[in-house]
């Protein structure tokens, strides 16, 4: 059965290691905090000038000084700090940030990512993600593997303007968990209950399937 | 000691034009200079360019002057929480530049330090690369950058004394630091302004020298974008 | 929270070997990693470039590694203090680049926020401009400074907790801020280490994703260069 | 008769305008701060990180950690602040800075520079003179007009190493104060006593004597 958007995050956040500074896209990136396991030593950076990033506010509690990049109220945990957006970005470009999770609208078999444009319809902008994508050594994309026309979002070239290029490291999606290789998408784990045929026919760029391809376990 | 402190947002926007570049600082609804932009919407200039993360929502924020159709360009990383916004942009009533974040940032305190131009690996490969010199470190493509030119800077901060010193709270720091200094003059609204000596001269994060008219807001709505809550 | 203290000095220079380049904060004496230094001392290691600004006294500060002729090469601003400092260089026996201070500080930065270079009027038209290509801005020449590339940046500040967060204390904040996270390990001894959670998030310096190991100095002598006094 | 160190801080200190921020070299440039008008609002700014600068403080109150670029130990006026060097010399930089004064081992008439270097004899470094006369918009020297060997300080072309070009704007000496114009040193005033011949004497420059050359009121 494919994952549901929770399903998505669960599995991400098995990629969060001990130590590691992460930033979360809007989306099912959010969530993924949510799924972190407790012993491990993480800290989520948002963009807008936090670090230490915390759950949302219990009601009555919320500032408005205080929110995350999707402009959420937030909170802040014991060893964070605030900063200004040049040095958030700072911390991005200058590669102390460890993860970089965001959503997509379509990845190619290069890596390269396309999630802020769609001429003439869709123009909200890229926000950081031009940014965290040019610079991040680790990004994982969350997204559904195919839109809502039922059309693969794993692509051999982008077809919308893309946000950057050779960037992509990983994808998890809601059938599968995909590594990028200079040969192209390697399925590495297939969403529990569902087939490498499905997944086949829901990717349109090259699919490499290894003779085994095991379930997620989540 | 040098006063900045002006008595109220008319004196503070004195000299503010039509067919002006004016920055403006906040992220989203946070941290927006409000006094200003209600002076802004009231002196009714037009034709501005706009240098500012976002463009606000429908009725508040910059939204106001979109509304009143007192911006001719916007410069942006993000302008998605605005119907107006993208009504104006796709009839083409309304020129957008989009700019990634961090870039928007840096341009922002380039000109507040004086450093012309920067490379950034930031939208290398993209649209926005278009027309811009590429140069290779350790093999990777950057772009270059050059720092914004903008006739008024108007940032908003938690604390502010006379001298002009700026301690912001939170997240509300965002690009109103780097923007502080950064016009060929700068105007800070604060929510409580004190007499110089006040704060501590070590926690300042702004100093006063950046910034060349200070004065204390009427009225902070400070609205919530998405409020969102943890259920007890 | 990702708990970046450690017990020593010992354990915060772990890995630090002969013929590396290692960045060093402080201005004058004023500032300085005295523990960190009195390590380098004991370690004995030997061959390093020392990207500081100044190269301490004859008997305090990096003047202590001169002394026991540890360092190679010095990349400073104003090295006037030290007489041992002038004999080596004289003598050839230690390689000196002088670069502008205002250069110095933002080529730490750059490599803090992942700039990989920036352009500076500092130094046209001098000695510091031969082989760095020279742009024109608004009709005034310019250089082009790379971002600087350390082993270890090793700074010093007055507080911080154990998530690498730093606050500095009046003029001592100096080069610390820009060296912090400009190295690819950054260590940062502090005069009081405070649980995380101690320290206003509000007020924090550098943020602790910048530093990788943070220890509390044993001792902190703080020497005066010119003590200078009104009388009463 | 000659200006000694005080008369020439003296003479520069009529140059500081309401409202300036000034940065203060080492040596004479320091004095400048006990003669400007107390009716003026002025900040000094010292490049190793404060604005606001007070007097030296008093015996027992020096504070290691509260130095000037000098190493001086200093007090901080009501106002003050305190940021990194890299701020700092975006202060600089960034043209915020309205006035510099500074000494000089040589300057010429076309406003080069020379205060950092006499190759092979003493090689201090340039600190932030040459970051603070490439963009300072305001600058003057304060410096005797001769050397100690009694050679002129005020050269055709400066023949040590310099530190920023057309830059100085005017100087003021034990003998004269000086404007640098695109035809050369351009006598202002003299120092009380101090006859104009003398000041040719001393200046190995163009120098551009008016008819009437004023005596300094100080």
Chains 1, 4 share one sequence.
Not at chain 1, 185 to 192: D, T
Request: glycine share 10%.
């Amino acid at each position: 059965m494919a994952l549901d958007k929770n399903g998505i995050a669960k599995r991400i956040a098995q990629e969060v290691q001990n130590g590691y500074y992460v930033n979360l896209g809007i989306g099912i990136p959010t969530l993924v905090a949510n799924f972190v396991r407790d012993d491990l030593e993480v800290e989520f950076q948002s963009e807008n000038g936090i670090l230490g990033m915390g759950p949302f506010p219990f009601e009555g509690e919320e500032d408005a000084d205080l929110i995350n990049a999707g402009k959420q109220t937030i909170t802040a945990l014991p060893g964070a700090s605030y900063f200004d957006s040049s040095l958030s970005f700072g911390m991005i470009r200058g590669k102390h940030v460890d993860l970089t999770i965001l959503g997509a609208m379509e990845v190619a078999e290069d890596g390269d990512i396309a999630n802020w444009k769609i001429p003439g319809k869709m123009v909200k902008g890229m926000g950081g993600a031009m940014d965290l994508v040019a610079s991040a050594e680790n990004i994982i994309v969350a997204m559904q593997h195919t839109n809502r026309a039922g059309e693969s979002k794993l692509l051999k070239r982008c077809s919308l303007p893309i946000t950057g290029v050779n960037c992509v490291k990983k994808i998890v999606t809601d059938l599968a968990c995909i590594e990028i290789t200079k040969e192209g998408f390697l399925l590495l784990e297939r969403a529990p209950g569902v087939s490498v045929e499905t997944i086949k026919k829901a990717t349109a760029g090259t699919l490499i399937v290894p003779v085994d391809v095991p379930e997620m376990s989540l | 000691m040098i006063a900045k402190n002006v008595d109220n947002v008319k004196q503070a926007l004195e000299g503010v034009s039509s067919n002006m570049t004016l920055m403006l600082g906040g992220f989203g609804l946070c941290g927006i200079p409000e006094n200003a932009i209600a002076e802004l919407v009231r002196l009714g200039i037009s034709g501005i360019t706009c240098i500012s993360n976002n463009a606000g929502v429908d009725d508040f924020g910059l939204g106001l002057l979109l509304q009143k159709k007192q911006i001719k360009k916007m410069i942006s990383s993000y302008v998605g929480e605005n119907a107006e916004f993208e009504r104006q942009m796709l009839s083409g009533e309304l020129e957008v530049e989009l700019i990634p974040q961090g870039t928007l940032a840096e341009r922002c305190r380039a000109a507040q330090v004086g450093i012309p131009a920067f490379y950034t690996p930031a939208g290398y490969g993209t649209e926005v690369a278009e027309g811009k010199e590429v140069l290779d470190f350790k093999g990777k493509p950057h772009l270059l950058e050059h720092a914004f030119e903008a006739d008024f800077s108007i940032i908003k901060a938690w604390k502010g004394d006379t001298a002009g010193n700026l301690i912001f709270k939170a997240t509300a720091r965002n690009f109103n630091a780097p923007m502080a200094g950064a016009g060929k003059v700068c105007v800070a609204e604060v929510e409580e302004l004190l007499p110089a000596g006040q704060l501590d001269p070590n926690q300042i994060h702004i100093p006063g020298i950046f910034v060349q008219r200070i004065f204390q807001g009427k009225f902070f709505e400070k609205r919530i974008e998405q409020r969102t809550i943890t259920q007890k």
